[in-house]
């Protein structure tokens, strides 16, 4: 079974400018979430996305916005790029309905200049 | 809100030992799941053991256990025979559901082990 891939894996904008960050899901999983880690911090969820609709969402401005697709991959769309954007995006694919089984990928390490 | 606190920044352990990681949490929910991830400097989160409220006894995973102190709402992770591959920053997070059906983990700030020869 194939993992959580994200890319890219290093992405490098300047201050005003959008992003996309893309996450295929682990085979089997039907449900997305997002999570940004500031450096030196735990992750914050952003939201997770089910059957290509946002069901949950964190403290994030609606400048953070995202999608999934019918294969379960998913879209995190951030506008209007600030300083303190600049963090490691994770994405983590589960089972709907599950107790656990989160399975994160590598993450994709933004830096806003 | 939930909250996970982790109250130990950096920790040191000779390799061969072992070593207990803090997890302390908070929620008024009956029914939650309490995870540790582990992050080496690649940066992936990789899942090492869970532990639901409702279940009786402590988890266990290879060298890998959980305390599950219920009434003191700890969760503390214990890395037995430590090896130099352990040293990376460890999570510790719990499960909430949320209005919309959905479900988010909320985090600890971690622990940065390093196990020395």
């Known amino acids: 079974e194939t993992g959580v891939t994200q890319s890219p894996t290093h992405l490098i904008k300047t201050r005003g400018q959008q992003v996309t960050l893309r996450c295929s899901s682990q085979s089997g999983h039907n449900t997305v979430s997002w999570y940004q880690q500031a450096l030196g911090q735990g992750p914050q969820f952003i939201f997770q996305?089910?059957?290509?609709?946002?069901?949950g969402r964190g403290n994030f401005p609606p400048r953070f916005s995202g999608l999934q697709f019918p294969n379960y991959s998913s879209e995190l769309n951030v506008n209007a790029l600030e300083l303190d954007d600049s963090a490691l995006y994770l994405c983590?694919?589960?089972?709907?309905?599950?107790?656990?089984?989160?399975?994160f990928g590598s993450g994709t390490r933004l830096t806003v200049v | 809100a939930q909250k996970i606190t982790q109250t130990q920044p950096g920790m040191f352990v000779q390799e061969k030992e072992a070593v207990t990681l803090d997890c302390t949490y908070d929620?008024?929910?009956?029914?939650?799941?309490l995870f540790w991830y582990k992050q080496p400097s690649s940066g992936e989160m990789i899942f090492l053991i869970y532990q639901g409220s409702y279940d009786q006894q402590n988890a266990t995973e290879g060298r890998y256990s959980l305390n599950f102190q219920k009434a003191r709402k700890s969760a503390n992770l214990v890395i037995s025979a430590s090896q130099l591959g352990d040293s990376a920053m460890y999570f510790c997070?719990?499960?909430?559901?949320?209005?919309?059906?959905?479900?988010?983990?909320?985090f600890g700030t971690g622990t940065q082990l390093k196990v020395e020869l």
């Open positions: 983590a694919s589960s089972l709907a309905g599950a107790l656990y089984g989160y399975t």
């Open positions: 997070a719990m499960r909430e559901e949320l209005t919309g059906g959905g479900n988010k983990l909320t």
């Open positions: 996305y089910y059957r290509e609709e946002e069901n």
């Open positions: 929620t008024s929910d009956p029914s939650y799941g």
